[in-house]
Nanobody
């Protein structure tokens, strides 16, 4: 299983940025897809998760209303990609962002529950 995240970069506070993560998963809609982030000197923290069907989403309180997680429809689109649209970015959103995948029906917000990880992409928000 390989997860490839991209889209990071430098953005001014208040601006938008979109991330994407493409997965080499055989049955994409079996997997819940999540985004985590890790700032320097801090532990990895949950950002958002979307269920395999796309019908359930959870967000960290710190990003609710600003970030949106979405995914391709595995039946109609074979891109196997999950997205994180980040709006109204703040300097405290600066971190390396990771995508993660876990199969099954239960969605988790803790990193240790995810067996598959992408390599991370840097997001830097300047004030």
């Amino acid at each position: 299983v390989q997860l490839q995240a991209c889209g990071g970069g430098l953005v001014q506070a208040g601006g938008p940025l979109g991330l994407s993560c493409t997965a080499s998963l055989h049955t994409f809609d079996y997997y819940n897809m999540a985004w985590f982030r890790q700032a320097p000197g801090k532990e990895r923290e949950f950002v958002a998760v979307i269920s395999g069907s796309g019908r359930r989403r959870n967000y960290a309180d710190s990003v609710k209303g600003r970030f949106t997680i979405s995914r391709d429809d595995a039946k109609n689109d074979a891109k196997n990609t999950v997205y994180l649209q980040m709006n109204s970015l703040k300097p405290e959103d600066t971190a390396v962002y990771y995508c993660a995948a876990r199969g099954g029906s239960i969605i988790y917000s803790t990193a240790q529950n995810y067996p598959y990880w992408g390599q991370g992409t840097q997001v830097t928000v300047s004030s």
